[in-house]
């Protein structure tokens, strides 16, 4: 059967298909080639250009504009060469080296070099950087930038209904007011927060051979400092260098960022289903998109599914980053070849990451504040206003505030006239009766507009 969207066994290739495409450059099998094509070809530059290790000239500017070419012109082709290779080799790692062999074989100068391509590496030299690159790719190009574009859509709800009081539930119990924008700028702050950890996370790279103790290298060229060597190769990649290792980089970094990225999206989980919540309390309904269907039986729904669905797809993303990071760090003794494989399943985790995210902005945009119905929930609660009463007797030295009003309201539904009969009895100076008598629910919210209006500039500035 011919692989397309239809018979393809992921979701992420099939139904989510449009939604990964982006992807596919990066993290599918072509990707990784590229990668590790990019990394065989620097490195051989490097040497290139060390004159204790090839010679004083360094290599031509038309040899280096040939070698930068392969890895800018790398097509669909050429991966399928260096698959054709493999089948030979039975090593991916190598396949790659092989090809750049061919592609150099036509040029006088280049083809001297040859020797020196994958010169005193362990395959792990090359993938460990070609997994940092895609790593750090992706967290720029695609997952802070869609966290980046969801934000944005979040601070403007949170802006827009800043001032807009909404029944608190804590324990799903009515409890004393809030602002509906508030509640959305929290989970400004706290993502914003997580992103800022994770966009931290160092991406570490080694280069050092079969042990991690440059070995080969010193045997061959025992003038080089080859850890400075190394560090300068690393960070010309645009990662931070891991001067001390086995064969393997340890892969703690990226449990560090699995971890980081697996904690933005239990907070998401948590917006998706406080969202969801209040869309089933009708605080917020959602547009209904022409042509849609909500349920295959009940005409009327217009059901919460991009929630559902981004709750769902970040759920299978954790599960996969989960493993991902209490994997990765363990290999036995020198190395064993358990993370390879493993390290091949990073794209999926991160599709699900970009399924989840656009998903949930979809939802954003659905969403219409229902204020009367949000309103009548402050109205048919003043019991709420309790705290504020036992807070001010408490302030005026009244024994037995609390218990009072726990005798008075709990489990009890009053009205606003049976509260201010109570404050009236109370000894309490006139100008604070006057102000609790005057009390509503919807103007008990304490300070939560000017939160909710720090949240969002904070956002703002360090988007500038």
Same mark, same amino acid.
């Given at each position: 059967?011919?692989?397309?969207?239809?018979?393809?066994?992921?979701?992420?290739?099939?139904?989510?298909?449009?939604?990964?495409?982006?992807?596919?450059?990066?993290?599918?099998?072509?990707?990784?080639?590229?990668?590790?094509?990019?990394?065989?070809?620097?490195?051989?530059?490097?040497?290139?250009?060390?004159?204790?290790?090839?010679?004083?000239?360094?290599?031509?500017?038309?040899?280096?504009?040939?070698?930068?070419?392969?890895?800018?012109?790398?097509?669909?082709?050429?991966?399928?060469?260096?698959?054709?290779?493999?089948?030979?080799?039975?090593?991916?790692?190598?396949?790659?080296?092989?090809?750049?062999?061919?592609?150099?074989?036509?040029?006088?100068?280049?083809?001297?070099?040859?020797?020196?391509?994958?010169?005193?590496?362990?395959?792990?030299?090359?993938?460990?950087?070609?997994?940092?690159?895609?790593?750090?790719?992706?967290?720029?190009?695609?997952?802070?930038?869609?966290?980046?574009?969801?934000?944005?859509?979040?601070?403007?709800?949170?802006?827009?209904?800043?001032?807009?009081?909404?029944?608190?539930?804590?324990?799903?119990?009515?409890?004393?007011?809030?602002?509906?924008?508030?509640?959305?700028?929290?989970?400004?702050?706290?993502?914003?927060?997580? &992103? *800022?950890?994770?966009?931290?996370?160092?991406? #570490? %790279?080694?280069? +050092?051979?079969?042990? @991690?103790?440059?070995?080969?290298? =010193?045997?061959?060229?025992?003038?080089?400092?080859?850890?400075?060597?190394?560090?300068?190769?690393?960070?010309?990649?645009?990662?931070?260098?891991?001067?001390?290792?086995?064969?393997?980089?340890?892969?703690?970094?990226?449990?560090?960022?699995?971890?980081?990225?697996?904690?933005?999206?239990?907070?998401?989980?948590?917006?998706?289903?406080?969202?969801?919540?209040?869309?089933?309390?009708?605080?917020?309904?959602?547009?209904?998109?022409?042509?849609?269907?909500?349920?295959?039986?009940?005409?009327?729904?217009?059901?919460? &599914? *991009?929630?559902?669905?981004?709750?769902?797809? #970040? %759920?299978?993303? +954790?599960?996969?980053? @989960?493993?991902?990071?209490?994997? =990765?760090?363990?290999?036995?003794?020198?190395?064993?070849?358990?993370?390879?494989?493993?390290?091949?399943?990073?794209?999926?985790?991160?599709?699900?990451?970009?399924?989840?995210?656009?998903?949930?902005?979809?939802?954003?945009?659905?969403?219409?504040?229902?204020?009367?119905?949000?309103?009548?929930?402050?109205?048919?609660?003043?019991?709420?206003?309790?705290?504020?009463?036992?807070?001010?007797?408490?302030?005026?030295?009244?024994?037995?505030?609390?218990?009072?009003?726990?005798?008075?309201?709990?489990?009890?539904?009053?009205?606003?006239?049976?509260?201010?009969?109570?404050?009236? %009895?109370?000894?309490?100076?006139?100008?604070?009766?006057?102000?609790?008598?005057?009390?509503?629910?919807?103007?008990?919210?304490?300070?939560?507009?000017?939160?909710?209006?720090?949240?969002?500039?904070?956002?703002?500035?360090?988007?500038?």
């Amino acid at each position: 059967m011919e692989l397309s969207h239809l018979t393809a066994i992921s979701p992420i290739d099939g139904r989510y298909g449009s939604r990964t495409a982006e992807l596919r450059n990066l993290f599918s099998e072509y990707g990784l080639f590229h990668k590790r094509l990019e990394v065989e070809i620097r490195w051989l530059q490097a040497l290139a250009n060390h004159p204790g290790i090839t010679g004083p000239d360094g290599l031509s500017p038309a040899a280096v504009q040939a070698l930068d070419a392969i890895i800018r012109d790398f097509s669909q082709a050429d991966a399928a060469r260096i698959k054709q290779l493999e089948k030979t080799t039975n090593h991916d790692v190598k396949a790659v080296e092989y090809f750049i062999r061919e592609k150099i074989s036509g040029d006088d100068e280049l083809r001297s070099l040859s020797e020196f391509i994958h010169f005193a590496c362990t395959s792990e030299d090359i993938n460990n950087l070609s997994q940092g690159l895609q790593l750090a790719e992706a967290r720029e190009k695609h997952l802070c930038a869609a966290l980046s574009s969801l934000l944005d859509e979040l601070s403007d709800l949170a802006e827009r209904w800043a001032a807009q009081p909404m029944l608190s539930r804590t324990h799903g119990q009515p409890a004393s007011p809030t602002t509906l924008g508030k509640e959305l700028a929290v989970f400004v702050h706290r993502l914003q927060r997580q &992103i *800022d950890l994770f966009r931290q996370v160092e991406i #570490l %790279g080694k280069m +050092n051979g079969a042990v @991690g103790n440059f070995n080969a290298h =010193l045997v061959a060229c025992p003038g080089v400092d080859w850890m400075e060597f190394s560090r300068n190769f690393v960070e010309s990649l645009g990662l931070s260098h891991n001067p001390h290792t086995t064969q393997v980089e340890a892969h703690d970094y990226q449990a560090e960022y699995f971890q980081a990225l697996g904690r933005i999206n239990t907070i998401l989980v948590d917006l998706c289903r406080d969202t969801w919540g209040y869309i089933a309390l009708d605080y917020f309904r959602l547009k209904a998109v022409a042509g849609e269907t909500g349920s295959s039986t009940m005409p009327h729904k217009v059901n919460p &599914i *991009d929630f559902e669905n981004a709750e769902g797809n #970040l %759920g299978v993303a +954790n599960a996969l980053l @989960g493993f991902l990071a209490e994997k =990765l760090p363990v290999s036995r003794w020198q190395r064993d070849l358990t993370d390879s494989t493993v390290n091949r399943n990073t794209g999926s985790a991160i599709a699900h990451c970009l399924i989840a995210y656009q998903s949930c902005l979809k939802g954003l945009g659905k969403l219409e504040a229902n204020a009367d119905r949000i309103n009548a929930d402050l109205d048919d609660n003043p019991e709420v206003l309790a705290e504020a009463i036992q807070t001010a007797m408490r302030r005026h030295g009244i024994e037995g505030s609390y218990e009072q009003l726990r005798e008075l309201t709990r489990g009890q539904r009053l009205d606003r006239e049976a509260l201010r009969k109570f404050t009236a %009895g109370l000894d309490l100076p006139a100008d604070v009766k006057a102000t609790l008598s005057d009390l509503a629910p919807r103007d008990y919210i304490g300070n939560a507009v000017e939160q909710t209006g720090q949240i969002i500039a904070g956002w703002k500035e360090g988007k500038g």
